[in-house]
C-alpha cells in the first residue's frame, strides 16, 4: 500500500438548464428581485480606451440560434490589466472587466458594450494579442464552454499571439475573430459562435 | 518560495461529457472537436471579485426575499448550508454563490414555465450570497418540488437547487446543481446521469443535517462544494514569464 493523497474532487458540472436567467439576470426572466443585478456593467464610466460593442449569435448543431443561453465576459482594460488582485498593476475605478448576459428570447441575439481590451501579457514572456475571454452556458450544455473573442483589425497582432499559434488548422484560427464594422458610429464586433459542424468554433480546455 | 501558480487540470472524466444522448438537448449542443488545451495565463487565474456593496443582506433569504411584508414562502422550510473548498481542501473565502430553484410545487417563476402547478405569490426563486473568511454560506429557502420536463415522455426531475460559484479565477468558474438525500427521482435523472461515475454523481446529493436544523423552524442540508485547486510553485514559476 501507499499513502493515500488527500485531495478533494471538484464539485461536478451540471446543465445551467433552461432556467438560468432565474437565478442569474431575474430581470430577463420577467421579476425584479435584486437591488443590483450583477454583470451589467463590464468598463464602467472611467474606462479609458474605444469604446466597442460585441454581438452575436449561438448557433446549434442543426444551425439555428440558441435562445438560453447565458455568456460571460472576462477581459483586461485598456492597458491589459485584469481587475483582480493577483495582476499587477491598477484599472479604472468602477472598471470590473467582468459581464453576463443572455441571449434574447426570441431571436438569440445578444450583445455587450466594453471597451477593447489591451494587449496582456502571456507566458514565458509572450505578449497576447487583444481578447475576451468568454464563458457560455445554456439548457444541453453539460459544462460550461470557454473561447476567446480575438478582434479582426489586430491582424498582426493576432498573428503572433500564443493561444492562436496553439490551433493546428489555420481555418480554424478564423472562429475566434470578431468581425468589425460601424453602426451609427458605433464600433460593432460581429462575433457568432458555432458548437459544432464545419465551422465549430475553438472551445479551450482552461 | 511557494507562490500560488496553475489550477489543477479539470478532471474531464468526473464532469459530464459534452455529448449524453439521454439527455437529448445535449446531442446538438455539444461541441465535437476536442477541447484545446491550454496552459494558463493571466487570462485564466484571474476572474471577477465581488463584495457586499454587490448583493444584500436578505438574498440568500429566499423564503422572504420575493415575499410581502409579512408573508412568506409555502413549502417546507429548509437550509442549505456548507462550506465552498478548493481540491486542497482550503476554503474559499469570499466568493460569490448564487443559487435559483422551482418553488415548492416543481413551478419556476419564469415566462417559459408552463407546467401546471401554481406560482407562489411569495416566492421568487432566486438567492445568493458571499462566502465568509471560512468559505462558509447558507441560504434558507423552501425544498423545491420535482417537476416534469420534456426528454422522454415521462421524465421528473428530482428536487434540485441549481447554484453558480464564481472561486477566485475564470478557470474556477462552475454552475451545478444541489440534490437532496433520499429522493428516488436522482438515481432515474437522464441529467444526473450525464456524469458518468457514481462517487461522482454522490458528490451533487446534499445530506439531512440534523445538527444544522432549527427545531420546530427549519430543516436543514449540508452542500459542500469543490472548485478546482490550486498549485505552489515550489521552483521557478514561468507563468508571467517576467
Ligand atoms: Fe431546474
Redesign the pocket.
Same mark, same amino acid.
Given at each position: 500500500m501507499v499513502q493515500k493523497l488527500d485531495y478533494l474532487k471538484e464539485t461536478p458540472s451540471q446543465t445551467a438548464?433552461p432556467?438560468v436567467h432565474i437565478g442569474l439576470a431575474p430581470g430577463a426572466a420577467g421579476f425584479e428581485i435584486y437591488e443590483k443585478e450583477l454583470g451589467w456593467d463590464i468598463a464602467g464610466p472611467n474606462a479609458k480606451g474605444e469604446r466597442i460593442r460585441v454581438e452575436g449569435i449561438v448557433i446549434d448543431g442543426i444551425g439555428s440560434p440558441i435562445k438560453d443561453v447565458m455568456l460571460e465576459a472576462w477581459q483586461a482594460n485598456a492597458d491589459g490589466i485584469y481587475a483582480h488582485p493577483e495582476h499587477p498593476g491598477e484599472v479604472e475605478e468602477g472598471f470590473r472587466g467582468w459581464g453576463r448576459v443572455i441571449t434574447d428570447f426570441e431571436t438569440g441575439e445578444w450583445g455587450f458594450d466594453t471597451v477593447k481590451p489591451g494587449p496582456v501579457m502571456g507566458r514565458s514572456g509572450k505578449m497576447m494579442a487583444p481578447h475576451i475571454n468568454l464563458w457560455i452556458v445554456a439548457r444541453g450544455i453539460n459544462i460550461g464552454l470557454n473561447t476567446r473573442i480575438y478582434f479582426e483589425d489586430e491582424a498582426e497582432a493576432n498573428a503572433a499571439d500564443p493561444v492562436i499559434n496553439l490551433i493546428e488548422w489555420e481555418r480554424r484560427r478564423a472562429t475566434l475573430i470578431a468581425k468589425r464594422s460601424e453602426r451609427d458610429g458605433q464600433v460593432v464586433y460581429r462575433f457568432d459562435v458555432k458548437l459544432q459542424g464545419e465551422d465549430e468554433t475553438v472551445f479551450f480546455d482552461i | 518560495m511557494r507562490q500560488p501558480g496553475e489550477f489543477y487540470q479539470r478532471d474531464r472524466e468526473w464532469h459530464p461529457p459534452a455529448k449524453t444522448p439521454d439527455y437529448k438537448t445535449s446531442v446538438t449542443r455539444s461541441p465535437e472537436y476536442s477541447l484545446l488545451s491550454l496552459q494558463q495565463s493571466a487570462s485564466e487565474i484571474t476572474g471577477p471579485t465581488f463584495g457586499h456593496n454587490d448583493i444584500d443582506p436578505i438574498d440568500n433569504d429566499m423564503i422572504h426575499n420575493y415575499a410581502q411584508p409579512g408573508e412568506s414562502a409555502i413549502g417546507e422550510r429548509i437550509i442549505v448550508h456548507g462550506r465552498v473548498l478548493d481540491e486542497n481542501g482550503r476554503p474559499v473565502p469570499n466568493t460569490l454563490v448564487e443559487a435559483w &430553484?422551482?418553488n415548492a410545487g416543481g413551478r !419556476?417563476r419564469h415566462k417559459k414555465d408552463t407546467y401546471l402547478a401554481p406560482i407562489d405569490p411569495n416566492f421568487g426563486g432566486c438567492g445568493r450570497v458571499l462566502t465568509d473568511e471560512d468559505g462558509y454560506y447558507f441560504f434558507r429557502t423552501v425544498k423545491p418540488g420535482a !417537476?416534469p420536463w420534456r426528454n422522454w415522455v415521462n421524465n421528473w426531475?428530482p428536487a #434540485?437547487i #441549481?447554484m453558480s460559484i464564481f472561486g477566485t479565477s475564470f478557470s474556477q468558474r462552475l454552475i451545478t &446543481?444541489c440534490y437532496f438525500e433520499g429522493d428516488p427521482l436522482i438515481a432515474k435523472c437522464p441529467i444526473v446521469n450525464t456524469i458518468p461515475d457514481q462517487a461522482a454523481r454522490g458528490q451533487l446529493i446534499a445530506a439531512l443535517d440534523m445538527n444544522a436544523t432549527i427545531p420546530l423552524d427549519t430543516m436543514a442540508y449540508k452542500f459542500d462544494i469543490v472548485l478546482r485547486g490550486r498549485r505552489s510553485t515550489l521552483f521557478e514559476n514561468r507563468l508571467e514569464g517576467n
Open positions: 438548464g432556467y | &430553484q422551482a !419556476y !417537476y426531475r #434540485h #441549481h &446543481q
